[in-house]
T-cell receptor
């Protein structure tokens, strides 16, 4: 089955220690998104890639970076995690960058910062 | 900018009872509307979406939603729920204006008990 895969499902890191979350997709979609979802809150878009074009949301902290080395993979790098960065991180894809497109989500990575 | 309000954070209901999950949106331009479901420890999955045409939209698992432009609402309904419908439900909006991404509501937890 075509899908969006996120590894690991759970990640524990230390305050200030860089961490990388991984997302891969077998849908061959052009667009990949990263969302942050804190407890009892709406998923919040951090950034997206359309092919190799990177778009950062205006309020995404500089501490968050992303890489997309090829169509299938996208990484979320948190350079110096703070306690406030503990959250579920969701990766999603869509075939086109258009407002009516369905987004396909991975299962998420839950990040815990100690 | 667009916004979404989900009026209920939790909706408890007995199995086989009907349910309505409420969603209101705010936008100065025409919109596309979505309902996503998130089962425990899983990613978000599209239930249904309204793009244009008939205001009554049918989705997966027996769910339907009605777009009401005058009331800026997109409430989700199911005539008879199952235990397996226990999940978090997110309403989302994107605007019909060039580049636009999804804005999610905070979610409604549907709790179905025997």
């Amino acid at each position: 089955d075509a899908m969006v895969i996120q590894n690991p499902r759970y990640q524990v890191t230390q305050f200030g220690k860089p961490v990388t979350l991984s997302c891969s997709q077998t849908l061959n979609h052009n667009v990949m998104y990263w969302y942050q979802q804190k407890s009892s809150q709406a998923p919040k878009l951090l950034f997206h890639y359309y092919d190799k074009d990177f778009n950062n949301e205006a309020d995404t902290p500089d501490n968050f970076q992303s890489r997309r080395p090829n169509t299938s993979f996208c990484f979320l790098d948190i350079r110096s995690p703070g306690l406030g960065d503990a959250a579920m991180y969701l990766c999603a894809t869509s075939s086109r960058l258009a407002p009516q497109e369905t987004q396909y989500f991975g299962p998420g990575t839950r990040l815990l910062v100690l | 900018a667009q916004s979404v309000t989900q009026l209920d954070s939790q909706v408890p209901v007995f199995e086989e009872a009907p349910v309505e999950l409420r969603c209101n949106y705010s936008s100065s331009v025409s919109v596309y509307l979505f309902w996503y479901v998130q089962y425990p420890n899983q990613g978000l999955q599209l239930l249904l979406k309204y793009l244009s045409g008939s205001t009554l939209v049918k989705g997966i698992n027996g769910f339907e939603a009605e777009f009401n432009k005058s009331q800026t609402s997109f409430h989700l309904r199911k005539p008879s729920v199952h235990i397996s419908d226990t999940a978090e439900y997110f309403c989302a909006v994107s605007v019909n204006s060039g580049y636009s991404t999804l804005t999610f509501g905070k979610g409604t937890m549907l709790l179905v008990s025997p």
